[in-house]
């Protein structure tokens, strides 16, 4: 692939918050995982964790979580992307907060471009309740859930129209 090319499939790749009711094979579901494999982490300790939710009851408690964002419960897989804190820390301390916040966010954005790639819609879901996510899912307090990425088959092709241009968000060498 070539510079082109991935601008090609990055520009296709748009906020999908309509799906089919379709499932997804658990063998799509296991390959857009392996695309985490190949992700940078701080010190390689991967300090993330997904939680793949199927479950229709506990996708509508992850929207009831998003602030009812429909979408989260009409999509047929949630991957939810936690920090691990623990993981991080054990290496660099308190700054091991940020570089765990950071390769969750890094492993998320991977899972998104591979569910790109599978030819599933995707739309990454960053406004929601913790606490509600933490309880729905029984996380441990050293996990904080980061996204709620949903997943799906879908009809939407076209890329989003509201996207801004880059150059407004590009600074060289100072702001």
């Known amino acids: 692939m070539n510079l082109s090319e991935l601008s090609r499939f990055l520009a296709g790749r748009t906020s999908v918050r309509h799906y089919l009711s379709d499932q997804v094979p658990d063998n799509i579901i296991k390959e857009i995982l392996s695309s985490t494999r190949s992700a940078p982490s ?3 300790l991967e300090s993330w964790d997904v939680i793949v939710v199927t479950d229709e009851g ?3 408690l992850l ?3 998003a602030f009812n964002q429909e979408h989260v419960s009409a999509a047929p897989v ?3 992307v936690c920090a691990n804190y623990v993981r991080s820390m054990s290496r660099y301390g308190e700054r091991g ?3 765990a916040m950071q390769d969750a966010t890094i492993a998320g954005t991977y899972l998104m471009m591979a569910i790109h790639a599978s030819g599933l819609g995707s739309c990454w879901t960053g406004a929601f309740d913790d606490e ?3 309880e729905t899912l029984d996380l441990p307090g050293h996990i904080r859930p980061v996204t709620l990425l949903t997943a799906g088959y879908t009809k939407e092709v076209n890329p989003s129209p509201h ?3 880059t150059a407004e968000h590009v600074h060289f060498g100072y702001w």
């Open 42 to 44: 701080a010190g390689n």
């Open 58 to 60: 506990t996708r509508e």
């Open 63 to 65: 929207a009831d979580a």
């Open 78 to 80: 949630v991957f939810v």
């Open 97 to 99: 907060i940020l570089y």
């Open 132 to 134: 509600m996510v933490r």
């Open 163 to 165: 996207r801004m241009e």
